[in-house]
């Protein structure tokens, strides 16, 4: 008995694709998109979007790490402040002890500008010092660091280096398709092709942007028909 076929439309890429009369489903060969029959007079095309389940496993992903980084960073902020004020109360002793040997010192010999004196002086720049220790120029500049895990993202998933950029503080991240595969073969759906902050191209982490800095990932995806 011979099998008979009907002819159907991908909803997703568009390709006319042959299938059995008697089946219910079927996936388009070319962009894997799922068809289903629901009887013999309609044909419903139901297209079961994965990048769509993904950037939402991924939005959840980085909002925990948001909140974690947002934690780490406070519990970073709490231990620097204790230990500059460990080094503050050090310095400020240390400041004390010489000064008051170089003026005792210098009253002792009748000699003010003696050489006893430089203790004073030692002694003055640790004070002078205590208020630079305190200075969070490089905490406060509004920069954030460019995450070291993005590093070989040619082999990682665009969404996997979306993620990575969102838990660093980066607030400006879009993802671009290239539309630029057919078969799929050579390069994988999905796998990032480059990276740019400000119409930079980027290799590597360890740079530090403001988190609005425009972060663009391009990244292979399937020819749209």
């Not at 503080?169 to 390069?187: A, I, M, R, S, Y």
């Not at 400000?198 to 590597?204: C, K, P, R, V, Y």
């Amino acid at each position: 008995m011979a099998v008979k076929f009907v002819a159907v439309k991908c909803p997703s890429c568009g390709a006319n694709l042959p299938m059995e009369e008697d089946r219910t489903q079927m996936y388009c060969s070319l962009c894997g998109a799922s068809i289903i029959m629901t009887n013999e007079n309609e044909h419903i095309y139901r297209h079961v979007d994965e990048a769509e389940l993904k950037q939402a496993e991924t939005d959840r992903i980085v909002k925990i790490k948001e909140m974690e980084l947002e934690e780490r960073k406070r519990l970073s902020k709490e231990k620097s402040k204790a230990f500059k004020i460990k080094i503050a109360i050090v310095l400020g002793i240390i400041g004390s002890i010489l000064m008051a040997v170089g003026f005792i010192c210098g009253e002792a010999t009748g000699n003010p500008d003696s050489g006893i004196c430089i203790f004073a002086i030692i002694g003055l720049f640790a004070f002078l010092a205590i208020p630079d220790i305190f200075s969070d120029k490089d905490e406060d500049d509004g920069k954030i660091k460019v995450p070291d895990s993005i590093s070989g993202f040619k082999k990682k998933s665009y969404s996997a280096i979306e993620s990575y950029f969102r838990s660093s503080g980066f607030t400006n991240v879009q993802c671009v398709p290239l539309n630029d595969l057919t078969t799929g073969l050579l390069k994988s759906a999905g796998s990032v092709e480059s990276i740019t902050i400000n119409g930079h191209d980027i290799t590597s982490g360890g740079g530090r942007y403001y988190p609005e800095a425009s972060v663009v990932i391009s990244y292979h995806s399937f020819i749209r028909r």
